[in-house]
């Protein structure tokens, strides 16, 4: 399978389907063809990686006794903000701010495949205006750590890592729904749509019942998923895709980004099928 720009076309060609159909060239509007098929899937459940062992040692029990030296109750939200830049020293003598999680970042990069859970998106080095390169990462607190229970800081099963543009001009520390964790969801609730500007943009899955699409699209909203700068790379997803396919080939381009891939994959057997069936 593959497939490729030509002017204003595209072109797929599949050596599975019928001599008939295999010696044509098939040209088709994939916009058109993506609307037909109800839009391409942006998020898909996410597997919940396994706890790292050495998690609760280095992580959880460093954060648990912080909060017992404060005074802070492991049950209620912290009472500031600052509980979390407070100094210390820990079990190894070094002294540290209270923010324990960042000692999980490796394990969570490798553990989310360095793809942003809400976003989808591959985690890239970005180039500060100064010249300087940093990591787009961040990590989330899927229940906000100013918000839920201070011990939530330090659990494995809270934290969720991120593009930064997400957690910090999106989600923050907005409460976002249990059931739209995308390591909870049991079936994809969202796609894709194309506006009247080329763009695609993130809306909920038209199948659902109009009570959850009104919650969705709160939620939308909540994450930042449809911020400029995130319709910017996802359109650049899409259309790189789509010229480069056969320089890629489909083994990269599903690794690089699984989400769209499989949906225009989705969406040009759909159509081949059609055809195929046409032709009988």
């Known amino acids: ?6 002017k204003t076309a595209y072109e797929i060609r599949n050596c599975d389907w019928s001599a008939d159909v295999c010696s044509s060239d098939l040209v088709l509007d994939p916009l058109a063809a993506g609307r037909a098929a109800g839009g391409l899937a942006v998020m898909i459940p996410v597997p919940l990686p396994p706890e790292p062992a050495c998690f609760d040692r280095s992580v959880r029990q460093e954060g648990l ?20 830049t407070l100094k210390r020293l820990d079990a190894s003598g070094n002294e540290r701010t209270a923010e324990y999680w ?12 360095n793809r942003c859970v809400y976003s ?6 970005e180039r500060l205006a100064d010249g300087r390169e940093q990591s787009g990462h961040s990590i989330d607190h899927f229940e906000p750590k100013s918000r839920a229970a201070a011990r939530r800081a330090y659990d ?23 059931e739209h964790d995308p390591t909870a969801m049991t079936a994809p609730l969202l796609q894709l749509a194309e506006d009247e500007g080329g763009n695609w943009l993130v809306v909920p ?42 320089d890629y080939g489909p083994t990269w381009m599903q690794e690089r980004q699984p989400f769209v891939y499989r949906e225009l994959r989705r969406i040009f057997d759909r159509w081949a099928a059609g055809l195929e069936s046409a032709a009988r």
């Open 65 to 84: 006794a912080h909060l017992h030296e404060q005074g802070q109750d492991p049950a209620q939200p912290p009472r500031s903000s600052s509980l979390w």
């Open 205 to 246: 899955d038209p199948g659902l019942e109009h009570s959850e699409q009104t919650r969705l699209r709160e939620t939308i909203g909540l994450l930042g998923l449809n911020l400029r700068k995130v319709v910017l790379r996802r359109n650049a997803y899409v259309d790189d895709f789509l010229n480069n396919g056969p």
């Open 1 to 6: 399978f593959f497939f490729f720009k030509q």
């Open 156 to 178: 494995w099963d809270n934290l969720r890592w991120a593009w930064r543009v997400i957690d910090n001009e999106g989600k923050g520390n907005h409460w976002i729904p249990a």
């Open 102 to 113: 960042q000692r999980a970042r490796e394990d969570l990069r490798a553990g989310y495949n």
């Open 120 to 125: 989808c998106f591959v985690i890239e080095t």
